[in-house]
C-alpha cells in the first residue's frame, strides 16, 4: 500500500524514526488488532488504557452504528438530545454518592481543564476570588491542555511552555519510593 | 507523604488554594498505586482547608481496578471525578467532569435566563459519543466485567511479579488491570531499553506501553488467563533477548 505518511504529525511519537518504520494497525476486533502487512497482535494495553470492553464489542457499535441512522450532530448549546441526559444519568447511577451532576467534553484534557475552571467558578461564586492555585503531583498526567500541563508533573511535557503556565500551581512529591516500595504487590504499605 | 499537602497549604495559605488535582494511582508515570492511607488524609486536609479535592480517573475509572473508580476502591470521595477513555471504551472521543451537588448548585445562579458557566465543547454531548458511553456503560454491567476484572488481577498480579528476576528488572508495581514493570537505564539512555522490548513484543504479536525506563500493560477486562500468560511469556522472552 502506498500511503504518503509525512503530512500526518503523529501526537507524542518520534515521528522521524516512525515515519522510516511505520507500524500501521488496520483492524481490530476483541482482544487482537490486525497490521497493515497482516500481523495479529495482541493488544496488552486496551488501546491506551480505554478499550476496556475490548475492540468493535458487538453491542457498543451497534449503538453506534443505530445513532448514525437517526441523528448524527445536533447544536449543544441551549439544545439538547435525549442521548446526553440519558449518559449523563448512566455515570450519575454508578459514581460515588453526591456526585450527581456530569459535564461532558471530547477528551480526558478538556475533562481535566474543564474541572480546573469549575473549580474557579465555584470559588468565584462564593466570594473566594482568592482561591486561585492548585496542587498537582510530580509526574501527574492530566492531558496537554495549558490547564493540564500545569497541574501535572511530568517536566518532559512542561518545558517549552513554562512561561504560559496558570500561575502558581504547587506540585506534592509523587508517592513512589523505590527502596521502600519495591515489587509491592498493590497498595504500599 | 500526605502531610506535605499540609505543609505545602501551611506555607503558601489555604485561602489561595482552589482545588488538588491527583490521580489516585498515576498511570501515565508507571501505575504508581497510592499506599494505604494517602488518599484518606488528602481527603482530610482538603476538607479542613474547604479545598476541592479533584480526581483524574481517565485511566482508573470504568473497571480498571474492578469497580466503577478508583474513589469505590480506595474508599475515598472526591469532590470531581475526571473521566474519559473506558466511559466509552475508546470507541468514540468522550470525557467527562463528575460533579459534587454543592458544585453544580453554587454555580447555577443569577437570573435564569442567562447562561450560568460561560464553558464548553462544540463535541460536548455529541450524539455517537453517548450512544457509545450508554452502551459501554450497559455492557460492563451486563457482561459482569467489573467483578472479571477483580478475579483477573489475581492472575495478573501473579503473572507479572514472576518477572521480578529477570534482568535489568528493578521494579513491578501493580493494581487492577494495571501493571508496570521499571528497568535499570542502559547506558545513560532513557527509553532505549524499554523501546527495544517494546519493538520485540510488537514484533512476536503483542502490544505493550512504554515510558522513560518503564513498560506498562493494562489489558481489556475481556481478557483471558491464556492472553494474560501469552503477554507475561512474550516480555519475558523480550527480556531475554535484549541486551
Known amino acids: ?189 | 507523604m500526605a502531610d506535605n499537602l499540609e505543609a505545602l497549604v501551611d506555607a503558601n495559605g489555604s485561602e489561595t488554594i482552589a482545588g488538588v488535582v491527583v490521580e489516585p494511582m498515576q498511570g501515565s508515570a508507571g501505575v504508581i498505586v497510592p499506599p494505604h492511607g494517602y488518599l484518606k488524609k488528602l481527603r482530610s486536609i482538603c476538607d479542613a482547608h474547604q479545598i476541592l479535592l479533584i480526581f483524574d480517573e481517565v485511566i482508573t475509572g470504568f473497571g480498571r481496578l474492578g469497580e466503577w473508580f478508583a474513589a469505590d476502591r480506595f474508599g475515598v470521595i472526591p469532590d470531581m471525578i475526571i473521566c474519559a477513555k473506558g466511559v466509552i471504551s475508546g470507541v468514540v472521543p468522550l470525557g467527562g467532569v463528575i460533579v459534587r451537588d454543592s458544585i453544580y448548585n453554587e454555580i447555577m445562579v443569577g437570573p435564569s435566563h442567562l447562561v450560568e458557566f460561560f464553558h464548553g465543547y462544540t463535541n460536548s454531548g455529541h450524539p455517537l459519543a453517548c450512544a457509545a458511553g450508554i452502551s459501554a456503560i450497559n455492557v460492563y454491567e451486563s457482561e459482569g466485567l467489573l467483578a472479571k476484572s477483580s478475579k483477573l488481577e489475581i492472575e495478573l498480579e501473579k503473572a507479572i511479579h514472576s518477572l521480578r528476576d529477570e534482568a535489568h528488572v528493578v521494579d513491578i508495581r501493580n493494581i487492577g488491570m494495571a501493571v508496570a514493570i521499571e528497568f535499570e537505564t542502559r547506558n545513560n539512555q532513557i527509553s532505549m531499553r524499554v523501546m527495544e522490548i517494546f519493538q520485540y513484543c510488537f514484533d512476536h504479536g503483542v502490544m505493550i506501553r512504554y515510558t522513560g525506563d518503564i513498560i506498562a500493560i493494562g489489558p481489556a477486562l475481556v481478557c483471558d488467563e491464556t492472553e494474560i500468560e501469552a503477554i507475561i511469556e512474550t516480555i519475558r522472552s523480550a527480556i531475554r533477548a535484549i541486551a
Open chain 1, 1 to 189: 500500500m502506498s500511503l504518503e505518511l509525512e503530512p500526518f504529525w503523529m501526537p507524542f511519537t518520534h515521528n522521524r524514526m516512525f515515519k522510516k518504520s511505520p507500524r500501521l494497525i488496520e483492524r481490530g476486533e476483541g482482544m487482537h488488532y490486525q497490521t497493515s502487512d497482516g500481523h495479529r497482535v495482541l493488544d496488552a494495553i486496551s488501546g491506551l488504557w480505554c478499550s476496556n470492553a475490548g475492540h468493535r464489542h458487538p453491542k457498543i457499535v451497534q449503538a453506534v452504528k443505530d445513532q448514525l441512522d437517526e441523528l448524527d450532530f445536533t447544536a449543544p448549546f441551549q439544545s439538547g438530545h435525549p442521548k446526553a441526559f440519558m449518559l449523563a444519568e448512566a455515570i450519575k447511577k454508578i459514581s460515588p454518592a453526591g456526585l450527581n451532576h456530569v459535564f461532558l467534553t471530547s477528551s480526558g484534557s478538556e475533562a481535566c481543564d474543564t474541572a480546573l475552571k469549575i473549580a474557579l467558578a465555584y470559588h468565584h461564586s462564593t466570594g473566594e476570588v482568592q482561591r486561585t492555585r492548585f496542587v498537582g503531583h510530580e509526574k501527574g498526567y492530566h492531558g496537554v491542555g495549558f490547564g493540564g500541563i500545569s497541574v501535572g508533573g511530568i517536566d518532559a511535557n512542561k518545558k517549552a511552555f513554562k512561561a504560559s503556565l496558570l500561575p502558581g500551581t504547587l506540585h506534592l512529591p509523587h508517592t513512589h519510593n523505590l527502596s521502600k516500595m519495591a515489587f509491592s504487590k498493590g497498595q504500599p504499605v
